[in-house]
């Protein structure tokens, strides 16, 4: 009878213990999953956020030449527009119309004209500071947003980068051209706004146009 009773006791005893470890490795699943799931949303989490990133920059980029397109342009001219009046510091914007554009897909081809907007993005982009903002705004238009410089030195970036241009003939074919363009260069002014700058520097280069063209207008 007491060996009964024992072996009844062994057997509960058995009993708690199993349930124990079975509440122990259950617990222990549950937080291993809870951890693999906090990992992969983690990582989803990461995944999205480099899509979004991406997203954007293909949103602020010309897909042509890789540089700032108009509403990448938009955003940072803004930014520095706001920077340089808070330190009041000069900025000056340049507007630049590639001329007789046309000329060159009716002759080339439109592929000479793509490859002739690379090759001008490239000159222009390797002769301005790494702290001016280069954006294509239209088909053979561009704006160059220079923080912390007053128009005349302004006009001497223009006029080095109307000599590096000369200097640096586009290869098509069996032909070698110079690709010029006109340039109107505006200052900011107390009052001024984003699009009233543009407005002037754009003026600017439609005068430029008007006086014949590969020169540069200060408005
Ligand atoms: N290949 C190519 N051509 C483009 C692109 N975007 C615009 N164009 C062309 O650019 C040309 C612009 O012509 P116009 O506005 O007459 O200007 P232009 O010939 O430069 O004349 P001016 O401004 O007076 O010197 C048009 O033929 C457009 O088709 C582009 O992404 N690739």
Redesign the pocket.
């Known amino acids: 009878m007491r060996a009964i009773i024992q072996a009844d006791i062994v057997c509960d005893k058995a009993r708690l213990f199993a349930k124990s470890a079975e509440q122990a490795a259950k617990t222990e699943c549950d937080a291993t999953i809870r951890d693999l799931s906090l990992r992969l949303a983690h990582s989803r989490i990461i995944e999205l956020e480099e899509k979004l990133a991406q997203m954007s920059r293909l949103a602020h980029e010309d897909q ?1 030449t890789g540089i700032l397109n108009r509403r990448g342009c938009d955003s940072a001219f803004t930014r520095e527009l706001s920077r340089c009046r808070r330190s009041n510091a000069p900025l000056s914007l340049a507007a630049l ?10 002759e080339y081809g ?5 490859a ?2 690379v090759h001008f993005t490239k000159i222009i982009s390797a002769n301005i500071r790494t702290s001016d903002i280069f954006a294509r705004t ?3 238009e561009f704006l160059i947003v220079l923080p912390d410089t007053r128009i005349e030195h302004a006009a001497l970036t223009v006029a080095r980068l109307q000599k590096a241009m000369s200097l640096a003939r586009l290869q098509t074919g069996q032909t070698s051209l110079e690709l010029t363009f ?1 340039v109107g260069i505006a200052r900011l002014q107390p009052c001024d706004t984003a699009e009233g700058l543009i407005e002037r520097a754009d003026f600017g280069t439609r005068t430029a ?1 008007k006086n014949g ?1 590969n020169c540069m207008v200060c408005t």
């Open positions: 042509l119309d590639i001329d007789d554009f046309k000329r060159i897909n009716d439109h592929a000479a004209g793509d002739a907007l239209g088909g053979e006109s146009k063209k």
